[in-house]
């Protein structure tokens, strides 16, 4: 079974410009979450899709970030535009729906914004 | 405010030897606790996960703790292998908030031969 996957793997923008990150999740899952984290800290939690709905968009920073699951499928993170605090690494994970069921988390990519 | 506090937020031991790692939340209401293992350049990869009514658990090397009424958790790493470094994450889901997980700054460790 293939695991989260997500592209691209790295980014380098400059402020100002827009980025989009793209995140397939594991066939099946109905949840999918996106998840960031900044130099130093903590992950954090961004949003959480079930199907092509947003359950919870609690953890979006501003109006730049917009996440969209079309079909309930793939999910993309669109970033517009970029600012030098976005820079991080964006994580990715999926899950069967219930209480305690794992997250798998993809490889995250890592978004530079110079 | 949820929170997840972890210590030490690094480490260095020998190949070979134990180590504990600790994580004290305050996220409510609980639902479950789960230790995550990052390797670098990958995402987090689950080593235990935990419900309230569990006080321990183990997966090969490893072995979690919780005490849910003191609101901590340990995660012990016996016989450490150069494989074990990693950053280690404790992470607590709050009930009825859409398994939203909360994730605490993670223990870096480093196995030295």
């Known amino acids: 079974e293939a695991g989260v996957t997500q592209f691209p793997s790295h980014s380098v923008i400059e402020k100002g410009q827009t980025v989009t990150l793209r995140c397939d999740p594991i066939?099946?899952?109905?949840?999918l979450y996106w998840y960031r984290r900044v130099m130093g800290k903590e992950i954090k939690f961004l949003l959480h899709?079930?199907?092509?709905?947003?359950?919870?968009e609690s953890g979006m920073p501003n109006n730049r970030f917009l996440a969209e699951r079309t079909g309930g499928t793939y999910s993309t993170l669109k970033v517009q535009p970029a600012e030098l605090e976005d820079s991080g690494v964006y994580f990715c994970?999926?899950?069967?729906?219930?209480?305690?069921?794992?997250?798998?988390f993809g490889p995250g990519t890592r978004l530079t914004v110079l | 405010k949820n929170q997840v506090e972890q210590s030490p937020q690094s480490l260095i031991i020998l190949e070979g030897k134990n180590c504990t790692l600790q994580?004290?939340?305050?996220?409510?209401?609980?639902?479950?606790l789960r230790w995550y293992k990052q390797d670098t350049g990958r995402g987090p990869v689950s080593l235990t996960i935990?419900?309230?009514?569990?006080n321990t658990k183990s997966n090969g090397r490893y072995t979690a703790t919780l005490d849910a009424d003191t609101k901590q958790s340990s995660l012990h790493i016996t016989a450490s292998q150069l494989s074990d470094s990693a950053s280690y994450i404790c992470?607590?889901?709050?009930?009825?908030?859409?398994?939203?997980?909360?994730f605490g700054g993670g223990t870096r460790v480093l196995v030295k031969p």
């Open positions: 992470v607590v889901s709050a009930a009825a908030a859409g398994n939203k997980l909360t």
């Open positions: 935990m419900t309230f009514s569990e």
């Open positions: 899709f079930v199907k092509e709905s947003k359950q919870d």
């Open positions: 066939s099946g899952h109905d949840n």
């Open positions: 994970a999926s899950s069967h729906t219930g209480v305690g069921y794992e997250q798998f």
């Open positions: 994580c004290n939340y305050t996220v409510s209401p609980f639902s479950n």
